[in-house]
């Protein structure tokens, strides 16, 4: 029998995340990561008006890296974006008292739930 897809080294190096916002598609979170060690995130989310009227579905809010090794790459490539925060505040249900910092711990992305947003791993 052959590999499955997601036993192939490309497959390996991804992770892909659905985010819900009141239980409807929100955004998508997609990180690749390279040998090198390097982490590349990119954040696609359902057009709201400006873009609905350009034609579009989504748009790229926000895409980060972070490299080295040791630290929690992921969160620090989302993390380094303004825009993907204000984006996610303006759009969150309620506005959280502390700066908001992400954090994921292999298996899912802390802060984007505690805004009431569910983060579900697809990839």
Not at 27 to 33: D, E, G, L, M, S
Not at 62 to 88: C, E, M, P, R, T
């Amino acid at each position: 029998m052959s590999k499955q897809v997601r036993e192939m080294k490309a497959a390996k190096s991804l992770k892909a995340f659905a985010v819900l916002r009141f239980g409807k598609p929100f955004a998508k979170i997609q990180v690749h990561y390279s040998d090198s060690g390097k982490v590349m995130v990119d954040v696609w989310a359902e057009c709201y008006a400006d873009c609905v009227e350009a034609g579009l579905t989504e748009m790229l809010v926000h895409q980060g890296s972070a490299s080295g090794y040791g630290y929690d790459k992921v969160g620090a490539a989302l993390s380094n974006s303004q825009n993907l925060i204000d984006f996610l505040m303006k759009h969150a249900p309620y506005v959280p008292s502390e700066p908001i910092q992400f954090t994921y711990d292999g298996q899912s992305i802390h802060k984007i739930q505690a805004l009431d947003y569910v983060v579900m791993q697809v990839l």
